[in-house]
């Protein structure tokens, strides 16, 4: 029985016209002078914190914590700022999803899972009506890598329920390769969500407990006890 639902953010819950890689392009713009500063770089599945320190390896910052704060502190105004004008959505299935966790006989924890820095996440999910929903979390500001976050979120979640986890009883919800290696990490269950970059068939074949197209495919009675 699940006792600890853990969602991604972007791709998975909502998608925000890509406000958040614009905030990156306008710091780099804006703070540190370097236009067209993420030209090439990847944002699927990463963390934010990794995302900088690339971001500073290419461009010669050096990736000292006083660069990482005036980062994320213009970041996080830009990103404030960019949502209002963004044509950004709740993707389909997740108020319903939501809803039915909430009300199953014996309703699991539902957390967060998300390269996000905290505040980053927060802005976002309280833009959509969506951050109360969530009384847990680990974010890309707790580590750099995934995989780290997910035993971090697992650890928080179990210091909540005032238990230990076993695999099963944890589901880890998200739209890239990235969110199912590491519910795979922490030995969880992975639901996989084709709503952002990537198809059902390329989640598929990372082996993840289920692939659908959208929340909208999958009922959580279906999978609460399986």
């Known amino acids: 029985m699940l006792r600890l639902v853990l969602f991604d953010i972007d791709g998975t819950l ?3 016209d890509s406000a958040g890689i614009k905030a990156f392009a306008k710091v780099l713009e804006m703070q540190f002078k370097i236009p067209d500063g993420i030209a090439g770089v990847r944002f699927a599945g990463r963390t934010d914190t990794s ?9 010669g910052i050096e990736p000292t914590k006083e660069h990482f704060n005036i980062f994320f502190e213009q970041y996080a105004l830009w990103l404030a700022h960019l949502l209002l004008e963004s044509k950004g959505d709740i993707y389909p299935g997740v108020w319903r999803f939501i809803y039915e966790l909430q009300h199953l006989p014996e309703p699991p924890l539902l957390g ?6 905290r505040l980053g996440a927060e802005i976002k999910l309280r833009h959509f009506n969506l951050w109360d929903f969530f009384t847990t979390g680990a974010f890309g500001d707790d580590h750099e890598d995934r995989r ?12 909540i329920l005032d238990r ?5 009883e944890v589901l880890v919800i998200g739209d890239t390769p990235r969110d199912v290696d590491c519910a795979k990490a922490i030995g969880a ?8 970059d990537s198809t059902v068939a390329e989640l598929q074949a990372h082996q993840p ?9 999958v009922r959580a009675k279906e999978i609460y006890r399986l």
């Open 14 to 16: 909502i998608h925000t």
């Open 51 to 59: 995302l900088v320190r690339e971001i500073f390896g290419l461009h």
């Open 112 to 117: 967060l899972l998300t390269g996000n820095i």
């Open 148 to 159: 780290a976050i997910a035993a971090i979120a697992q650890a928080r979640g179990e210091r």
């Open 164 to 168: 230990r986890l076993a695999g099963d």
């Open 189 to 196: 269950k992975c639901l996989a969500v084709a709503t952002g």
């Open 209 to 217: 407990t289920w692939a659908v197209t959208s929340l909208e495919k």
